[in-house]
C-alpha cells in the first residue's frame, strides 16, 4: 500500500499547478527569550523582573497570557488568535507567544516596535511607550514554550506575585490547537500551575463511544487538577467565552494577592500617547489642559 500511494504521487507530480506564495509581508521583532526581557526591563547591570512585577501589582498591566499553538483547519486561519490577542490587548493583558499564533500576530503589525499602540490599554500603552517593547512579544518557535515558563518562575522568584506559578495573574491559550503534541504541552503547563485554555472541541467531552465517563475525565483534568497542581486545563470554543474566562481568572488571582482592582482609567495620562493627544489641541486648550487652569 506504502508503495503504491508513493508511486502515485511521483507519477502524479507534472500535474501540479505552479506554487503561489503571496507579495505581501510583515515585519516583526523576534528574539524575546527570557534573557533578553531581563535585559530590556534593568538593563546589562541591573537587569531583573522587577519593573513588571510592579506594573502587575500597581495595575498598569491586568496579567499576562501566552498565545501559542498551530492552525486549525477547522476554523478560519489566524481569526481565533487574531481576536483573542486584540481583545486582550484592550483590557491591559501582556502578551507573548510562539510559533504559528505569533505569525498571526505578526501578520497584524503588533510585534514591530511600538506599533499597533491604538489597539492596546491605556497602562500597557504607557509601558510598551516607557520601555520601547511592542504589546505583544515573540519567544521562539513553538518547541519554546518552556521559556514561557521560565519567565513566569523569575516572576515568582522576583517577589510580590505570590510563592508559585500558579499565583500569578496569568493565563496560557492555544486557541487553534490541533495535534497531540499540543496535548502534552498544555499539561506540563498545568503541571506547572498555569490554567490552559484550548479552543475548539474536547478530545475527551461529548465522546462516550471513545472514552468511557468522559465527563469525568473533563472535570477531573480541571478541577482535579487544579487541586492537585494549582493549574487546570479547559477547552472553550467560543473566542468570546476564552476572553472572558482569562479576564476572570487574572481578576481572580489579582484579589487573591491583594493587589488593586483593575482600573483603566487610572492610566493612560502620561507618555508618548498624551504628548501626541495634547498637541492636536488648539493653543489655548492645550495650555488649559497641561496647566490646569484657563490661561487669558
Given at each position: ?28 521583532i523576534p528574539g524575546f527569550s527570557h534573557e533578553y526581557i531581563n535585559y530590556m526591563l534593568g538593563g546589562s ?219 483603566p482609567s487610572r492610566f493612560g495620562r502620561s507618555g508618548d500617547a498624551r504628548i501626541l493627544e495634547l498637541e ?17
Amino acid at each position: 500500500m506504502a508503495k503504491e500511494i508513493l508511486r502515485r504521487a511521483i507519477d502524479n507530480f507534472k500535474n501540479r499547478g505552479e506554487v503561489h506564495i503571496p507579495a505581501a509581508q510583515s515585519e516583526l521583532i523576534p528574539g524575546f527569550s527570557h534573557e533578553y526581557i531581563n535585559y530590556m526591563l534593568g538593563g546589562s547591570y541591573r537587569a531583573s523582573f522587577r519593573p513588571l512585577n510592579d506594573a502587575i501589582m500597581a495595575g498598569r498591566i491586568r496579567g499576562v497570557a501566552a498565545i501559542v499553538g498551530c492552525n486549525n483547519p477547522r476554523s478560519t486561519q489566524d481569526y481565533l488568535h487574531s481576536y483573542v490577542t486584540q481583545e486582550l490587548l484592550k483590557q491591559d493583558v501582556l502578551i507573548v507567544e510562539t510559533g504559528c499564533g505569533a505569525i498571526a500576530t505578526a501578520k497584524l503589525g503588533l510585534m514591530l516596535g511600538e506599533a499597533g499602540l491604538d489597539q492596546v490599554g491605556p497602562g500597557l500603552r504607557e509601558i510598551c511607550e516607557t520601555v520601547g517593547i511592542p504589546p505583544v512579544l515573540h519567544m521562539g518557535s513553538c518547541v519554546d514554550n518552556s521559556r514561557i515558563l521560565t519567565v513566569l518562575t523569575q516572576m515568582v522568584e522576583e517577589g510580590g506575585l505570590g510563592d508559585d506559578i500558579d499565583q500569578i495573574p496569568a493565563v496560557g491559550l492555544a486557541p487553534e490547537w490541533m495535534s497531540e503534541k499540543a496535548l502534552s504541552i498544555g499539561a506540563y503547563c498545568v503541571a506547572s500551575g498555569v490554567y490552559v485554555i484550548f479552543g475548539g472541541s474536547s478530545p475527551v467531552s461529548g465522546m462516550p463511544d471513545r472514552v468511557s465517563d468522559s465527563d469525568l475525565v473533563s472535570r477531573y483534568i480541571s478541577e482535579g487538577w487544579e487541586k492537585l497542581y494549582g493549574g487546570k486545563l479547559e477547552f472553550i470554543p467560543d473566542p468570546e467565552e476564552m476572553v472572558r474566562k482569562t479576564l476572570e481568572h487574572i481578576d481572580k488571582k489579582r484579589a487573591a494577592l491583594g493587589l488593586p482592582e483593575y482600573d483603566p482609567s487610572r492610566f493612560g495620562r502620561s507618555g508618548d500617547a498624551r504628548i501626541l493627544e495634547l498637541e492636536k489641541l488648539p493653543l489655548p486648550e492645550r495650555r488649559e489642559a497641561l496647566y490646569g487652569v484657563p490661561v487669558r
